[in-house]
Nanobody
Framework: QVQLVESGGGLVQAGGSLRLSCAAS????????MGWFRQAPGEEREWVAV????????VYADSVKGRFTISKDNRKNALYLQMKSLKPEDTAVYYC?????????????????WGQGTQVTVSS
């Protein structure tokens, strides 16, 4: 079992920045690939960024490429999402998730553990 707790969400103006954190407890964090997903009101949840077990491989959705950075600190059992140049369309509940897959995957169904989410609101 892995418990995931997100933090760092909030209200920010367009063009601003936020850093989301995801604290993990339970099984060895380094044995999980991780991802950030988001769900806007009335929309389906979508993947944002994913990272390999080691943290060396990252993949980004086109909508956030160049603005968001995902990182993983296996010593601190923590996952991060640095978000810059935020847009109103980035408004959503952001979730971190963990997968036991050895591959970096973007499919939601491939993730085994989920956090409760943190709200990010970007005002125009």
């Amino acid at each position: 079992q892995v418990q995931l707790v997100e933090s760092g969400g909030g209200l920010v103006q367009a063009g601003g920045s936020l850093r989301l954190s995801c604290a993990a407890s339970g099984r060895t964090f380094s044995s999980f690939a991780m991802g950030w997903f988001r769900q806007a009101p009335g929309e389906e949840r979508e993947w944002v960024a994913v990272i390999s077990r080691s943290g060396k491989t990252t993949v980004y959705a086109d909508s956030v490429k160049g603005r968001f950075t995902i990182s993983k600190d296996n010593r601190k059992n923590a996952l991060y999402l640095q978000m810059k140049s935020l847009k109103p369309e980035d408004t959503a509940v952001y979730y971190c998730a963990a997968t036991q897959s050895i591959m970096v995957i973007t499919a939601e169904r491939g993730y085994d553990y989920w956090g409760q989410g943190t709200q990010v609101t970007v005002s125009s």
